[in-house]
């Protein structure tokens, strides 16, 4: 689906409507919400109220007894989690997060402020839960659950990435990513869920990637990979899966096996190996790293998902997991398996083979972060690396929200995009790092029928590639994620045309001096390296 | 309505303590109310306080706002990013005590272009400061009043506190960063946009609360005059269990005493909560060392797993066929 032009979409008014917010109800517009579970997928997970519905329809085919459902679920919620409970008692609403969700600075819909998201259920808190908000209602500042609240909420929690940048600045860390993925939990329990989220999840779970390829067709996918690596570097390599006693379980999101430029990160992380002689192994049951599961707020999807990496470590009898590049999964990696599919007391500490590293941070989960494991490797001089290979490229790095802020990992691969591009450059330091915005499509919502609210909630990135691209000629940017990979390409077309969208890993792949490699003349998508192009024979 | 009814309850609090006073009911408003109100904070304070801490905390999920401790060559963020407790103490001490996350705060502005540009905005981390900070000055030169002999460090308190002397009595400028925050925040309140459309009859009551605590208190002080030596016999009286009521005590003074006893009555079923809250904040009161310490789930979810054998029977045919390796 098209999105308005850009000129149509900047016309954003931040300032609030006349009629107050519990008056107003969300309209249904194409482009700003994501079409409904299919019903199979519901049944898959083995969740609740399987059937075709449409979001747009009068009737939502809910279960007669939805709000009590809904009512009980979030008692037992309230119960099961301090953070819900503290969250739903103590905001003051002084507003400080209103501008920093990149949906509210992209559509001015107040209901995209944080705290009005927050509110939408804090609401339903009050009225149905104190005594407060029974007797006094809105003077209270309590509602009742009716269809139009669970409507509204089903359209606002799914206007939401979990990126976290609010709770960052709010002073109580108030996080709007633990609301809304109760928010999602309690709307599962009466069947509304989208299926961007829903049909990776089944994926993930029956097949083991989130496309639902097939292990054999995978294993021609990689063969594909290996002809093209080989075609570049001259360099023939063997990708190992399923191989027992392997020392290193690789899980990478399976978005880079099927999507450009995903892909040619994918490639990148093949060579290194290779390259190192690394004795890993990859499994097509296990070969998911992200987690559309956790999307759900259903954490028993997170776990069903996350425990097949744990489940194929142990069976195959590797030391240590190595994690590729990936947002969201990376938040479940680092704040979650370990309390959720561990403990991981059949591995060992990893330990880097080539330079000896021991990573002491990673000593109980066992499972590292690629960059630290390369950034590692460049400062050891482990590996040899040629920048003019990336000649032409000037970098920046997009923080993807996860590993930013549920996690830190900062400084690791920017170590390593300096370390393999000729020019690098950050963007301005209120919109990276900590700080850094959402490529507007995340938790689920990287679907088409989403696009205007992708292109709304991605302008903040956007504008802040647009800066240093006019500022410093920036025309590629680089990033550790892949719904970030395959999201910020349509984002660049839209707000900024011209700058390419990479992972950390292919720019390492690009710079990466292998033995027994051919003359490069052509990167890893097959475009010549200025000045390395191939010399014309009848010149 | 939403700002005019809570001003007009407000209202309405003083002069029912004002009309408690005029007939003669200084034994309800001096003693019972006062007794009532403290134990209603107090229970309903723990009360609130125990049902937080009675649900668990599933998972370890700090907001981390700085790098990680990883690599030995990277350079740890330990306060933004704590890795140990130490180091989660030292954040949370720059929270509660100089709003950390407040002072980071951001204006975002869209302008022509299309272009968003960011700059800090301290407004509101300033006036929550004031606001703060001179509710603390406050309350502890209130001590005065409830401890016989007066602590030396209320003494010296009061001694700062009132260095800008001009005439008799001596200016609190407590008293005065009191009201300074409070209307700072009110008028944030109603004069951003957004702010306003976000906020509630429970947002607004408390602060017309605690301005009409203040205005009584500064009347009471500065204009008012009322016996206070009658006012720290009875307030004395409270404190040690032995209540009395002086005769000649003016109804500023019950007016004041009684818009402080509805605040605290008020505080625990309220946003004034965050006071507790903000230490039992799981985004900001554990530490960023997932990784290394395993954080245990007390309701682990059990749930049916798709084992490696049941996938290898969906695909046996096509595993052998391709050949990949089977158990």
């Known amino acids: 689906m098209a999105a308005p032009k850009p000129n149509e979409i900047i016309m954003i008014d931040h300032k609030p409507p006349k009629k107050w917010w519990m008056d107003t109800k969300p309209t249904f517009r194409q482009g700003t919400f994501s079409y409904p579970s299919k019903p199979k997928n519901i049944e898959i997970l083995d969740m609740w109220n399987p059937r075709e519905w449409n979001p747009v329809d009068e009737d939502w085919k809910l279960p007669d007894d939805w709000k009590e459902r809904i009512l009980e679920g979030f008692r037992d919620l309230l119960k099961k989690y301090r953070s819900l409970k503290v969250f739903m008692d103590i905001c003051v609403r002084c507003g400080a997060c209103a501008d920093k969700c990149h949906y509210f600075l992209g559509s001015g819909d107040p209901k995209n402020m944080p705290v009005l998201r927050a509110e939408l259920m804090r609401s339903v808190y009050r009225g149905e839960f104190t005594k407060a908000g029974q007797l006094l209602g809105r003077w209270a500042g309590g509602r009742e659950l009716t269809y139009d609240v669970l409507k509204e909420w089903f359209y606002y929690f799914y206007q939401c990435t979990q990126c976290r940048r609010c709770s960052l600045f709010c002073p109580y860390g108030i996080d709007t990513a633990e609301i809304d993925l109760a928010g999602r939990h309690l709307l599962n329990l009466v069947g509304c869920n989208i299926n961007w989220m829903m049909e990776p999840a089944a994926n993930c779970f029956m097949v083991g990637n989130h496309i639902g390829i097939q292990p054999h067709s995978l294993k021609d996918m990689i063969d594909f990979f290996v002809d093209d690596i080989e075609e570049v570097t001259g360099v023939k390599i063997e990708v190992p899966f399923m191989k027992k006693g392997a020392e290193i379980l690789f899980v990478t999101p399976s978005g880079d096996f099927f999507a450009d430029p995903g892909t040619y990160t994918f490639m990148g992380y093949l060579m290194l190996f290779h390259e190192l002689g690394l004795d890993y192994t990859m499994s097509y049951y296990a070969a998911e790293g992200g987690n559309f599961g956790f999307f759900t707020g259903t954490i028993e999807n997170a776990k069903k998902l996350n425990a097949k990496i744990y489940a194929e470590a142990k069976r195959l009898g590797v030391k240590w997991i190595l994690g590729g590049e990936c947002g969201h999964m990376w938040r479940v990696v680092h704040q979650y398996m370990d309390t959720l599919t561990g403990p991981a007391d059949f591995l060992e500490v990893p330990k880097s083979p080539i330079t000896g590293t021991v990573f002491e941070n990673a000593r109980s989960s066992k499972i590292v972060h690629i960059t630290e494991f390369t950034a590692d490797l460049i400062k050891h001089g482990a590996i040899n690396l040629d920048k003019n290979r990336n000649a032409g490229i000037t970098a920046t790095f997009h923080d993807s929200c996860n590993p930013a802020r549920g996690m830190g990992l900062f400084d690791e691969p920017r170590y390593v995009v300096k370390n393999v591009v000729p020019e690098f450059y950050d963007m301005p330091e209120d919109t990276i790092r900590e700080k850094t915005f959402c490529c507007g499509s995340g938790s689920g919502l990287n679907n088409d029928e989403f696009m205007e609210m992708r292109m709304r909630g991605g302008l903040p990135r956007a504008n802040a590639v647009k800066y240093v691209n006019e500022r410093y000629g920036v025309n590629t940017l680089s990033c550790i994620c892949a719904i970030d990979r395959a999201v910020l390409p349509p984002l660049m077309d839209y707000w900024v045309p011209g700058v390419t969208v990479t992972g950390v890993h292919e720019l390492v792949g690009n710079a990466l001096v292998m033995k027994g490699e051919k003359k490069r003349t052509v990167n890893l998508r097959q475009e010549p390296i200025p000045g390395m192009e191939e010399e014309e024979e009848d010149v | ?327």
């Not at chain 2, 460090?153 to 200016?171: E, N, R, T």
């Not at chain 2, 269990?241 to 109804?251: E, Q, S, T």
């Open chain 2, 1 to 327: 309505m939403r700002i005019v009814m809570p001003f007009i309850i407000v209202v309405g609090l003083a002069l029912t303590a004002w009309a408690g006073w005029a007939i003669h009911l200084q034994g309800f408003f001096g003693v019972l109310v006062p007794y009532a109100a403290a134990l209603i904070f107090v229970a309903g304070f723990c009360k609130k306080v125990v049902d937080w801490a009675k649900s668990p905390v599933p998972f370890k999920i700090p907001t981390t706002a700085g790098q990680q401790k990883s690599l030995p060559w990277i350079k740890h963020s330990n306060i933004e990013s704590p890795f140990t407790t130490g180091q989660v103490i030292i954040r949370m001490f720059f929270e509660v005590f100089f709003f950390r996350s407040l002072f980071r705060n951001l204006k975002g502005e869209l302008r022509s272009g299309p272009s968003l540009i960011y700059g800090p905005t301290k407004w509101l981390w300033f006036s929550a400061i004031l606001f703060h900070y001179g509710f603390l000055l406050v309350i502890l030169h209130h001590l005065r009043l409830a401890i016989h002999p007066v602590p030396c460090c209320v003494d010296l308190i009061d001694k700062v506190d009132s260095m800008f002397q001009i005439g008799a009595p001596p200016i609190y400028l407590s008293g005065f960063i009191l009201l300074l925050g409070v209307t700072a925040l009110f008028l944030r309140r109603i004069l951003i946009p957004q702010v306003r459309y976000i906020s509630l009859v429970n947002d607004y009551f408390p602060l017309f609360l605690i301005m009409g605590i203040v205005i009584s208190g500064m009347l009471m002080r500065y204009v008012i005059r009322t016996d206070i030596v009658g006012v720290k016999a009875l307030i004395m009286g409270l404190v040690t269990f032995h209540p009395v009521v002086p005769d000649g005590i003016g109804a500023i003074f019950y007016i004041h005493l009684f818009l402080v006893c509805c605040l605290f009555a008020y505080f625990p079923f309220s946003k004034l909560m965050h006071m507790g809250g903000v230490f039992m904040s799981p985004t900001r009161n554990l530490p960023n060392n997932n990784r290394a310490e395993r954080h245990v789930n007390p309701w682990d979810p059990k749930v049916k797993l798709h084992t490696y054998e049941e996938w290898v029977e969906d695909y046996r045919d096509k595993l052998e066929e391709a050949q990949i390796p089977i158990d």
